[in-house]
């Protein structure tokens, strides 16, 4: 009897539970979308500059034409800088950021980064934990790749990739640093992986535009970072704050990337 009453007593506090969860969910509004654009500024508009001694290490690196870094992507029309990390966080580091029902589920399993004739592509991914990164070689030749994040979340590893062959790394973690994406055979090849725990994150397209979808409303903290200048658009590494309002869009406007 006393077992009875105690699987009871424990059935009945697991509702509990579960209703007072779907009460919290109930009550949490959702906005439209966040949304708003990079641009650049500057004396000149940074161009790509071909990677110098690319022969030298790999001659058959050059299959496709010269290599060219791409650490800016600036729309030379619009000014509209691309590939600028764009993601919400808590107002209170440690606090909760709501997830939209719709998109608690991770429908997308495998993100891909190729090695493509000696280049990243792309440089600079953005991931949410339970998404599983595949490193691709497609060329007929070895590349060397390592990566590199915080000791403590994600440590990191190196291994050769074959022509023809690929590779997975799993159970990557939320962390603020990013992880540092290197070819030890081809020494200017670089990126770089940011991964959290939510969906509010975004690079920005070829306008320097962006949108995070079905925001959960109230007071948070929104972030930009360019592999180049760090912390970007004048947000710092506190964020900036912004209230999104429950039906609506939140339009962020435009924020600059000032180069001297």
Partial sequence: MRRNRFCLVMLLA???????AVRVQAQQAWGKTVAGRIVYKGKALPLPLPVPGV???NPACLARGPIFLDDWLVNAKNLGVQNVCVW???AQPGGPLPVHPGRQAITVKEV???NRCCKFAPALLMLREGQVLTVTNPNPFV????WNGHPAKNPG???NLPAKSDFQIKDLKADRFPIVLQCDCHPWMKGYLRVFDHPYFAL?????QFTLPDPPAGNYVFKAWHPVVGWA?????NGLPVNIVAGKVTDLGTFTIQVK
Wanted: with cysteine; net charge negative.
């Fill in 55 to 57: 022969a030298a290490v």
């Fill in 14 to 20: 697991a509702g509990a539970t579960l209703l007072g």
């Fill in 112 to 114: 891909t980064l190729e």
């Fill in 233 to 237: 658009g004048g947000t710092t590494k």
């Fill in 88 to 90: 919400l966080e808590p």
């Fill in 157 to 159: 590893g190196s291994v």
């Fill in 143 to 146: 590349h060397c790749f390592r």
């Fill in 204 to 208: 920005t397209d070829e306008n320097g």
